[in-house]
């Protein structure tokens, strides 16, 4: 099975860009998707597709892919950008899913 | 609006069964693809199964193959998920969500949006 790695935890200074990053060998077949989560709270979707943003998602938000490399950018980080935020994609095969190990980010 | 609600958790004996349900409304459900995902206490989230929009296709995570039976009820617009031989690390929230998707530029995205508040499962003696 596939695996999606990401960094456990980064930190962000008030204002500053922060990116995360998400590696797996099925990311350069699939897109990843990227969820925010928020203590007890459900996954919210942050970026999905190629690089979109659902309604409601500051344009601070927005996403890149490179080779086995998906990534997750916050341009001018806000204190309510603190959370835990996963990437998503599918496996090699297409039909099983996979979350990253998710990456925690402090925003200073 | 979309809107996901799960049911069915609780506090349950290791070796026991627990059925899960996601009350759907607000869209077509039966012609979205829909999956569960878990979160252990305190870790990351993990996929656990995803079920066609007819049905007719399910896949499962490894660790619950054999275990767990994703179905659906699109008569009543509910997802379920039948726990068999459950474990202490089956211990979790359970979401459901729903698949979205699109095709363009000779490529096709898929992302799963939105999810249910969660339900609590417990494993314990």
């Known amino acids: 099975s596939s695996e999606l790695t990401q960094d456990p935890a980064v930190s962000v200074a008030l204002g500053q860009t922060v990116r995360i990053t998400c590696q797996g060998d099925?990311?350069?077949?699939?897109?990843a998707s990227w969820y925010q989560q928020k203590p007890g709270q459900a996954p919210v979707l942050v970026i999905y597709g190629k690089n979109n943003r659902p309604s409601g998602i500051p344009d601070r938000f927005s996403g890149s892919n490179s080779g086995d490399t998906s990534s997750l950018t916050i341009t001018g980080a806000q204190a309510e950008d603190e959370a835990d935020y996963y990437c998503?994609?599918?496996?090699?095969?297409?039909?099983?899913?996979?979350f990253g190990t998710g990456t925690s980010v402090t925003v200073l | 609006q979309v809107q996901l609600v799960e049911s069915g958790g609780g506090v349950v004996q290791p070796g026991t069964s627990l059925r899960l349900s996601c009350a759907a409304s607000g869209f077509t459900f039966s012609s979205s693809g829909m999956h569960w995902v878990r979160q252990a206490p305190g870790k990351g989230l993990e996929w656990v199964a995803v079920?066609?929009?007819?049905?007719?296709?399910?896949y499962y995570a490894d660790s619950v193959k054999g275990r767990f039976t994703i179905s659906r009820d699109n008569s009543k617009n509910t997802l379920y998920i039948q726990m068999n031989s459950l474990r202490a690390e089956d211990t979790a929230v359970y979401f459901c969500a729903k698949e979205s998707g699109y095709c363009g530029g000779g490529r096709c995205y898929r992302w799963v949006d939105p999810w249910g508040q969660g339900t609590q499962v417990t494993v314990s003696s």
């Open positions: 099925s990311l350069r077949i699939f897109f």
């Open positions: 998503n994609s599918r496996d090699s095969s297409g039909n099983l899913w996979v």
């Open positions: 079920i066609s929009y007819d049905g007719y296709n399910k």
